[in-house]
């Protein structure tokens, strides 16, 4: 069997005022990666000062704080500097957002049974939660 090492890695970025994200949030990713669904691959926390000026903090700075000393990256750099001044474009100042690179388990081992079949995958593309719900729902109601 082709299997690889990683599969798939998706960009997040979620956005929370103040500088650190809520529990809510916190619990959600600790969850998803201990129960098996996702790996944590990279953590950066993004801050937009009033000014606009941006902070980056990464994750062994913040680690600890956010209840995750019992999680390692499976690699980290993945997320460059510049990756991270793109997305910090999108925080609006006075807020932050924390950028996770997660690598959703369950497509790396489709990737790799593409791969061992000969298949390669040319391209995808996520439509967003929001969009999904929202196009069903109008659909529906027509």
Do not use: C, H
């Not at 807020?95 to 298949?119: H, Q, R, V």
């Not at 196009?135 to 027509?142: F, I, K, R, T």
Request: without cysteine; hydrophobic residues 45%.
């Amino acid at each position: 069997m082709a299997e690889f090492e990683y599969g798939p890695v998706e960009l997040y970025l979620v956005g929370f005022e103040g500088d650190r994200p809520d529990d809510g949030t916190l619990d959600a990713i600790r969850e998803l990666v201990e129960g098996g669904e996702i790996r944590l691959i990279d953590l950066l926390v993004i801050s937009r000062e009033n000014d606009g000026s941006v902070l980056i903090t990464d994750y062994d700075e913040v680690s600890d704080d956010y209840g995750f000393a019992d999680i390692e990256l499976a690699a980290v750099g993945l997320v460059a500097e510049e990756d991270a001044q793109e997305f910090a474009q999108g925080i609006p100042p006075g807020t932050s957002g924390a950028l996770l690179a997660i690598e959703l388990l369950w497509a790396k081992k489709l990737a790799s049974k593409f791969a061992e079949s000969g298949g390669i995958v040319l391209q995808t593309e996520r439509i967003p939660a929001p969009v999904v719900n929202a196009v069903l729902a109008e659909a529906e109601e027509e």
